[in-house]
């Protein structure tokens, strides 16, 4: 009995980590600027080998909810928030490349 119930918690917790890791692959949109949309995709990035702690800690974006950061391009520019990588350095560069994240739709 005692096993049935670790080996159910077991279950419930791997598919809750399974369930955790789904936003790996999902893409969030950012649609308030007037340069058009933003479309992060998690799966670009997780290909390109970065992990969540690297985006998901106290000094970028501390909560896994969309909205609790407000990004802006001073920030990016500056080397912080998204610009932490798109600043030429990890990633393309954001100052000359606005069209390969806003998409006007
Ligand atoms: C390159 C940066 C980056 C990486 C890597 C990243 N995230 Fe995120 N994630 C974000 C940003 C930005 C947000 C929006 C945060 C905000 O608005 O404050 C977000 C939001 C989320 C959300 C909330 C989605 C929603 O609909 O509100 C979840 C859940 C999440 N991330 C999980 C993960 C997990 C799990 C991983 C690793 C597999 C991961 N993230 C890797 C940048 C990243
Ligand atoms: C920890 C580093 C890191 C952070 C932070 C990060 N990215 Fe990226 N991003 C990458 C890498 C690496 C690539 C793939 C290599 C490349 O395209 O230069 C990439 C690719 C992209 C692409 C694909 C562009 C294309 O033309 O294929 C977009 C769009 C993008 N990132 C948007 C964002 C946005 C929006 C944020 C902030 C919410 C963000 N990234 C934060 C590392 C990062
Ligand atoms: C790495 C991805 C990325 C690149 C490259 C990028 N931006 Fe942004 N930008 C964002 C994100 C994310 C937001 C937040 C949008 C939101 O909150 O809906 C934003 C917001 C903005 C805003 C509104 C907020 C503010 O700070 O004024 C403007 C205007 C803007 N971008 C212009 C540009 C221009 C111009 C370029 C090229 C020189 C550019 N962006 C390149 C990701 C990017």
Redesign the pocket.
Known sequence: MQKLVILIVTILFVSSAVALAVPGKKTLE??????GV?T?DGTIHKEAGVKCKECHNKDMFPKMKQGTV?????E?YASKQ??VC?NGGR??D?????G???VKK
């Open positions: 950012f649609d308030k600027s007037p340069m933003v992060f407000k990004i802006t391009m001073d990016i998204c610009g798109h990633a393309f954001a100052k000359g490349n606005c390969r994240c806003h």
